[in-house]
């Protein structure tokens, strides 16, 4: 509401004008039975209000120009409807902040109506999308990979048996509506203290709500509500899944944390133990989903372990939801050295064992003139567009500006540009079904005509 708004070159008052919001009419309706009621009252006492107004408009007209009573009105009417507005915005919040309630009113009539979304991923690319897609709808569910078992996670997983909070917790703070205050909440991270070293307070709060409700998923649902977010977050199993990579080495490395350290090319990746099970409310979510959002972030630590469970990977593949891929802007070295986008596209084609999950990628076209050497030193470099390559696999490029402007010609996603970009195409998609619709029971009905 606050981007919406802010763009809208209006007073704070007269955005209640805003369309959508549903209360204009009611107002209206509360003023016009004021104004019949008085006089009621008053032709009841023999006020005479009809007749003295007309004739006190009548002394003004004969002295006064036109243009000069007209505008005395507008005026005149204005402050008076303005100053109503600001008495009622303080009389139904307390005399609070009103941009409180222009926000939830704009987040249930607005908000509430967009496209029901269902993002995949893990790790800070995923969140990084849902602070952009949380502006333009509340129905989203964020599909969180539980594979992690490094850092603060890793150790409650093992100390605890939790599924690894990490991802989880970023993604709540994405979605939370006071992002800058919950988000220093959750990720404040302990630097001292015997075993609180190194923890993450988000961490040990979902850990924590995780023995009091009995499950994951119960602690993410009511911790979800006392942070009020938009839409919900659920990991993709309850199954206390681990990453395994095969190499092309030969190497087996187990863990998603060593799989970067392999510093080796990924054969295959796959999870012990092999079978497990997807959450309900995911696969109905997928099932109900308009668009489905795969990535950014990590391809084989973040990404595909989602895939790695069969029934999300067989429901996004027959969903016909419009499916789309943000590719990553840059290489990941120990995962992803050397793949283009197509490289991209095929391994998450090959573990989903379906090429149907995917419609069209979104890719970066702008890269900083001063690109940061510490991508170089590091072995990471600007995933290259093979266009031909990735038309054979029937992948629809979309190419968009992404990256965030900065001086120092580092190269981050701005979570704004990827959802407008995202939302964007899914509306051009939408728009093109709607119209190949149209021809078609055109073509049927010439058809009968001429039958």
Known sequence: MKNF?????????????????????WFALIFLGAVCMTLGVLILFDVKPVFYTMEFIQKIARNVSTEWIAFSIVMFGAALFFKGWTKTNLSIIDGKDNQTLLEALYRKRKLNRGPRIVAVGGGTGLSMLLKGIKHITNNITAVVTVGDDGGSSGRLRNEMGVLPPGDIRNCIAALANDEDLVTKLFQYR?????????????????????????????????????????????????????????????????????????HGKIK??????????????????????????LGPGSLYTSVIPNLLIKQIAQEI???????????????????????????????????????????????????????????????????????????????KIFPRKLIED??????????????RAIYYWFRKEHKNVKKNQIVTQQDIQRQDCKL
């Open 317 to 395: 593949a027959k969903s016909n939801a419009k499916k789309i891929y943000v590719c990553n802007i840059m290489t990941q070295p120990g995962e992803t050295d050397g793949y283009t986008v197509s490289d991209h596209i095929k391994a998450l084609m090959k573990h989903a064992n379906s090429r149907d999950i995917i419609d069209a990628v979104l890719v970066n076209d702008t890269m900083p003139a001063n690109l940061a050497k510490k991508y170089q030193l590091s072995g990471s470099y600007p995933v290259k567009l093979d266009v031909e390559n990735v038309k054979k696999l029937g992948v």
């Open 190 to 262: 302990f630097k001292s203290g015997e075993g609180l070293e190194g923890h993450s307070f988000g961490n040990l709060f979902l850990t924590a709500l995780c023995s009091i409700t009995g499950d994951m998923v119960r602690a993410v649902k009511e911790s979800s509500n006392v942070l009020s977010i938009r839409g919900r977050v659920l990991p993709s199993t309850l199954d206390d899944m681990k990453l395994v990579a095969e190499m092309e080495d030969g190497r087996i490395i187990h863990g998603e944390s060593n799989i970067p350290e392999a």
């Open 268 to 293: 295959r990746l796959f999870t012990d133990p092999q079978n497990c099970s997807a959450l309900d409310d995911v696969i109905n979510a997928i099932k109900d989903a308009e668009l489905i959002i």
């Open 406 to 419: 900065n001086r120092e010609g580092l190269v981050r996603h701005s979570s704004n540009r990827v959802a």
């Open 5 to 25: 708004t802010n763009n809208m070159k209006i007073p704070e008052e007269a955005r209640w004008l805003v369309p959508g919001l549903q209360v204009k009419r």
